[in-house]
């Protein structure tokens, strides 16, 4: 087993790059008569939390989605910076 050890949150260096405010980008995939779809979403930064999952912090970045207004979770390995 590794030594190594990190107090940082799975995630927190690919959050850095996201500010409150920033506009970003992310990517759903789905299957449309038998042929991969993706639709492209936009939306602002609007609160980078922390949550325990599976016994290790994970850093979370809730955006306000352009098309619908709602409030979505997301991790930041999902986002683009636009």
């Given at each position: 087993?590794?030594?190594?050890?990190?107090?940082r949150a799975f995630g927190s260096y690919?959050?850095?790059?996201?500010?409150?405010?920033?506009?970003?980008?992310?990517?759903?995939?789905?299957?449309?008569?038998?042929?991969?779809?993706?639709?492209?979403?936009?939306?602002?930064?609007?609160?980078?939390?922390?949550?325990?999952?599976?016994?290790?912090?994970?850093?979370?970045?809730?955006?306000?989605?352009?098309?619908?207004?709602?409030?979505?979770?997301?991790?930041?390995?999902?986002?683009?910076?636009?």
């Amino acid at each position: 087993m590794s030594n190594l050890q990190n107090d940082r949150a799975f995630g927190s260096y690919m959050a850095s790059r996201y500010k409150i405010g920033s506009l970003v980008s992310w990517s759903e995939w789905k299957i449309v008569d038998n042929t991969i779809d993706e639709d492209i979403f936009y939306g602002t930064v609007v609160e980078k939390t922390i949550k325990i999952n599976g016994g290790r912090p994970v850093t979370i970045i809730k955006v306000a989605c352009s098309d619908t207004g709602e409030i979505i979770s997301l991790n930041p390995f999902q986002l683009r910076l636009q």
